[in-house]
């Protein structure tokens, strides 16, 4: 599939962005001044992820996604409740959002109002049990396979462009991600046994970070922004360096984009900062 010129200049945005997320999240968690409510978006949502613009995706129990603005204005939505339940969701390119729903094993992408731009029908595979999903930095699929212990890569034709090895005779132990995510080199398959497991661009094994535990990944630069139970940690992925991260409010799941707090809570998404 061809990327059309305004693709790469919103890549381009995306990658100065990211520059600048680092230096923001190690400020802003060494501070001793408590960061504050800057906007809250109300509502009892299943999945929340945000992307480099500061803007919020949320689902709620009928599988609605919901697109605010930093001061919580809501933008766009979309639903398509024919899918079955609504898994995942992936912003990190705000022009290109994925979805999947595992039920049907099918990944739609939407723009950035929110309209359906494509979709990936992965059941067309063949065997495959797709546990983590995510976009592949040229726009196609990233997708591990539990059945073959495999990163696969899948373009919009359905046709493979590349896969791992198998990652049980790799291991010796069978991986089973719960979550996928692509940025920069790499990409990053955080699983509660095994830790992160780190593949490169042409969805090669690179190494493990054993961080037993971790369940949720947000990386950016070098670094990872992990969820371990009820905790929150900044990984510098070259020395291992943990840094324990507070929430600002209690919450189940936290994003972080230039120094704004995302958390995901019982009631609704608070957005914090200082």
């Known amino acids: 599939m061809a990327i059309h010129p305004w693709l790469f200049r919103s890549i381009s945005i995306i990658c100065l962005l990211a520059v600048a997320q680092v230096t923001a999240l190690a400020q802003t968690a060494d501070t001793a001044a408590p960061l504050r409510r800057l906007a809250f978006i109300e509502g009892r949502f299943t999945l ?39 898994g995942a969701i992936d912003a990190s ?15 739609v992408t939407l723009d950035r109002t929110l309209n359906k731009t494509g979709a990936f029908q992965l059941f067309q595979l063949g065997p495959v049990n797709p546990v983590a999903v995510t976009l592949s930095m040229d726009n196609h699929l990233w997708l591990f396979d539990e059945i073959s212990s495999q990163l696969r890569k899948i ?42 497991l780190v593949f490169d661009l042409f969805g090669q094994y690179d190494r493990l970070i054993p961080l037993s ?10 670094f990872l922004l992990c969820r371990r139970g009820e905790l929150f940690e900044l990984i510098d992925s070259r020395s291992m360096e943990t840094k324990l991260l507070a929430l600002p409010a209690p919450g189940v799941s936290l994003r972080v984009e230039r120094g704004v707090w995302f958390v995901l809570m019982e009631d609704g998404v608070g957005v914090f900062g200082e």
């Open 213 to 222: 535990g971790v369940d949720q990944c947000q990386a950016f630069d070098y």
């Open 155 to 196: 373009g919009h034709e359905g046709a493979e462009l590349a896969r791992s090895d198998n990652l049980s005779l790799l291991l010796g132990a069978r991986p089973n991600p719960v979550q996928l995510s692509a940025h920069g080199n790499y990409i990053y398959a955080a699983d509660p046994n095994l830790g992160i």
């Open 48 to 86: 929340m992820t945000t992307d480099p613009l500061q803007q919020v995706y949320v689902v709620d129990d009928k599988n609605s996604v919901y697109k605010y603005s930093p001061a919580a204005q809501l933008l766009f939505q979309y639903n398509d409740n024919r899918l079955g339940r609504l």
């Open 93 to 107: 390119n705000p022009f290109n959002v994925l979805l999947y729903y595992p039920d049907y094993q099918v990944a």
